[in-house]
């Protein structure tokens, strides 16, 4: 069970959440997984920014790079935004916090050759530089990969595009929800043709670039581990919002490659097992999915029908999906005879999946959700009890304990330059002065 706590410190700002994880014969508490590794994250919006804030919660230091003045740019993605003390208007809105805690905030001007080589002195004993900017676009400032390469030969240079390093699209810039439509998700993501509203669909949240960003967090350890491994060399990793889209259509994309037919859109329907939708009861909605012959069976006689997984049409799997759309009718009739809380706890005893369809404000609501401690609190000094998402990975021997808040814009640059550099006072003072950092 993971019980949420609260560890005060002499400071607000430097409060944290930690996790007590109990375990049969106490509690074993370590160093975090990524422990003494060091990430210069030059990324910006949604997709790099996921996999940074993922290895910070990991435990890797990572030190966020930022323009001077204005921050990375989901900070300008509009609002919401946390309301400041004293009224004023902030950049702290929730497109960048949900994307930059555990990091520390360092703003420098990469356009001026200063602020080039305060980014290259740092990555002399970094052992990540994450960029996403458009392909070419850091070699003009001496902080491309070759150049990187040759003042640290161990560093794990990561690129996060819209459409990779090469290809006729590579200087391209890409966003989410182009990805979206040109990987091929929107075309099968909508109402079914015929149906009202029927069409390409968005996905609603930025699928893509969280995706993007789970598959840089994993290149990026496998190529730590090999560089540890085999002799201490490092790489450079072209991770792209267009590989991930298409690799991520599974099992969809493989219909195609098999017989050469495009899949059409299937609403809330499954493509597996069948029956499997939304259903509509007498006062809402719930979502079932039947995977097998004998979860059929039993939800026929759930439904009062058991004599439906007798039919010759219905009996395998394979036949329900050839006459999907005749079960999917009989189930939508008799699904509106009762109120959803009936048919969930009737399922649930039947061992048939089975669920509401939650907004966010239920989905925080449910016991299950609280006792997985998947909302945290963190202290802001714009708001003591900040709700920021946990991280998903739960581990046994290396929980991960510390969540500070997404840092304010230049939180933490006297700190690095002067803790990192050696810069004192003077010089930082005169920098900033100069619009560089």
Known sequence: ??????????????????????????????????????????????????????????GAEVIKIERPGTGDDARAFGPPYLADPEGK???????????????????????????????????????????NYKVGDLKRYGLDYETIKAINPRIIYCSVTGFGQTGPYAPRAGYDAILQAMGGLMSVTGHIDGEP??????????????????NASIGILSALYHRDANGGVGQHLDVCLFDT???????????????????????????????????????????????????????????GEPELASDPRFVKNNDRVVHGKEIMAIFAGLFLKKPVAYWLDKLEEAGVPSGPINDFEQVFSDPHVQSRGMRVKVDHPFQPDLSLIRNALTFAGTPITDYRAPPLLGEHTKEVLGGKLGYDAGKIDELKKQGII
């Open 245 to 303: 889209v298409i690799a991520s259509l599974s099992h969809w994309l493989q219909i195609y490659l098999v017989n050469g037919k495009i899949p059409p859109r299937r609403g809330t329907w499954g493509n597996g097992g069948m029956p499997a939708g939304v259903f509509r009861c007498t006062d809402g909605e719930l979502m079932v999915v039947v995977g097998n012959d004998g979860q059929f069976q039993r939800t026929c006689a759930v439904l």
């Open 197 to 214: 509203g029927e069409g390409p669909m968005k996905v609603g949240p930025s699928i893509v670039d969280y995706m993007t960003g789970m």
């Open 89 to 131: 208007a902030n950049n702290n809105n929730s497109f960048y916090l949900c994307a930059n805690r555990n990091k520390k905030s360092v703003t420098v001007n990469i356009a001026k050759p200063e602020g080039q080589a305060i980014i290259r002195e740092l990555a002399k004993d970094a052992d990540v530089f994450m960029e």
């Open 1 to 58: 069970m993971v019980y949420p706590q609260v560890r005060g410190t002499a400071s607000r700002r430097c409060a944290k959440i930690s996790f007590k994880i109990q375990f049969p014969g106490g509690n074993r508490m370590s160093a975090l997984p990524l422990s003494g590794i060091k990430i210069l994250d030059l990324t910006r919006v949604l997709a790099g920014p996921l996999s940074a804030q993922m290895l910070g919660d990991l």
